[in-house]
Nanobody, 127 residues
Framework: QVHLVESGGGLAQAGGSLTLSCTASERAFNTNAVGWFRQAPGKEREFVAAISWAGGSPKYGDSVKGRFTISRDKAENTVSLQMNNLTAEDTATYSC????????????????????WGRGTQVTVSS
């Protein structure tokens, strides 16, 4: 079991920035790929970004490419999502998740690959 906690959500202006963080204390957090997903009201959950166990191979959803950056700090047991140039369409609940079957350099955009999920943090962007 991995207990994930997201933080950093809040209200931002269009064009602004926010940084989300995902932390966990379990060893499995640092030895597997971590992904970020988001879900807006009335919409399906959408892949945002993922980073490998090794800390590389970042993968991004098409809607956030060039604006969001995922990174991880193993010493701090943290995966961060830097979100720039936010738009109203980025408004959603953002959740991080762990893919426990990932290889060292693997990242996946497939929701079903992720077993452990945090409760999410709300991001609201005003236009």
């Amino acid at each position: 079991q991995v207990h994930l906690v997201e933080s950093g959500g809040g209200l931002a202006q269009a064009g602004g920035s926010l940084t989300l963080s995902c932390t966990a204390s379990e060893r499995a957090f640092n030895t597997n790929a971590v992904g970020w997903f988001r879900q807006a009201p009335g919409k399906e959950r959408e892949f945002v970004a993922a980073i490998s166990w090794a800390g590389g191979s970042p993968k991004y959803g098409d809607s956030v490419k060039g604006r969001f950056t995922i990174s991880r700090d193993k010493a701090e047991n943290t995966v961060s999502l830097q979100m720039n140039n936010l738009t109203a369409e980025d408004t959603a609940t953002y959740s991080c998740a762990v893919d426990p079957h990932s290889g060292y350099g693997d990242t996946s955009s497939i929701e079903e690959h992720y077993t452990y999920w945090g409760r999410g943090t709300q991001v609201t962007v005003s236009s």
